[in-house]
């Protein structure tokens, strides 16, 4: 079965550092996703791409943050100058229809 | 504007016991869509289930069972004969009917403990 991957799986970075966040959508998927979830806490919806463009962002996506789907295949998420409070578990995924598949995440430590 | 509610934050019970965790929602849509996912430690999303809002029909799987209910807005989740295995959080997820850029509104989780 088909399935969402991301890279790295750990991500350990010094506060004020650039991060990517690599995803590999399912490939005929045309809706992609970023979600995050600080830990113990709910997940949350950031930024959805659509179309080569962002379609909604959430008050978190703020100017630190950024996507781009830079060759056809892998979704990225960019944090400029990351923050002790970026330190989460970010998901990407995409859909199909109504079926929401997420990939494993990636853990973001920011020291 | 939408929203989930898990009011259950920690539920502990004893292995072979029955569990139910509760979710409500709230939605001005006449279509939308209703998830349960499963977070194991490990850290991942495990997706359970996913129910529209024309499908009143309650759902079993093996041990795990939904009771969806439009009149009260509740989307529950029933594991039988829990196993130590079950142990993770749980989320219940909506999602709108918002054209084709849907996006997941989750509730905060039920943290699930099974103890031999």
């Known amino acids: 079965e088909p399935e969402v991957t991301q890279t790295p799986s750990h991500q350990v970075t010094q506060m004020g550092q650039e991060v990517i966040l690599r995803c590999v959508p399912i490939?005929?998927?045309?809706?992609f996703y970023w979600y995050r979830q600080i830990l113990g806490q709910k997940v949350e919806f950031l930024v959805s791409?659509?179309?080569?463009?962002?379609?909604?962002k959430s008050e978190i996506f703020d100017d630190q943050f950024s996507v781009e789907r830079p060759d056809g295949s892998n979704f990225t998420l960019k944090i400029r100058s990351t923050k002790l409070e970026d330190s989460a578990m970010y998901f990407c995924?995409?859909?199909?229809?109504?079926?929401?598949?997420f990939g494993p995440g990636t853990r973001l430590t920011v020291t | 504007a939408q929203k989930v509610t898990q009011a259950q934050t920690e539920i502990s019970v004893v292995e072979k016991e029955d569990v139910t965790l509760d979710c409500v929602y709230e939605?001005?849509?006449?279509?939308?869509?209703l998830f349960w996912y499963k977070q194991p430690p490990s850290g991942e999303l495990v997706f359970l289930i996913r129910?529209?809002?024309?499908d009143e029909q309650n759902e079993i799987s093996g041990r795990y069972s939904w009771n969806f209910q439009k009149s009260t807005s509740s989307f529950n989740f029933t594991i039988t004969a829990s196993q130590v295995v079950d142990s993770a959080v749980y989320f219940c997820?909506?999602?709108?009917?918002?054209?084709?850029?849907?996006?997941?509104?989750w509730g905060l989780g039920t943290s699930l403990a099974v103890n031999p």
């Open positions: 129910r529209n809002s024309f």
């Open positions: 939605t001005r849509d006449t279509t939308y869509y």
């Open positions: 791409f659509y179309n080569n463009e962002i379609s909604e």
């Open positions: 995924a995409s859909i199909f229809g109504q079926a929401f598949y």
């Open positions: 997820a909506l999602s709108e009917n918002a054209g084709n850029n849907r996006k997941l509104i």
């Open positions: 490939s005929n998927h045309l809706y």
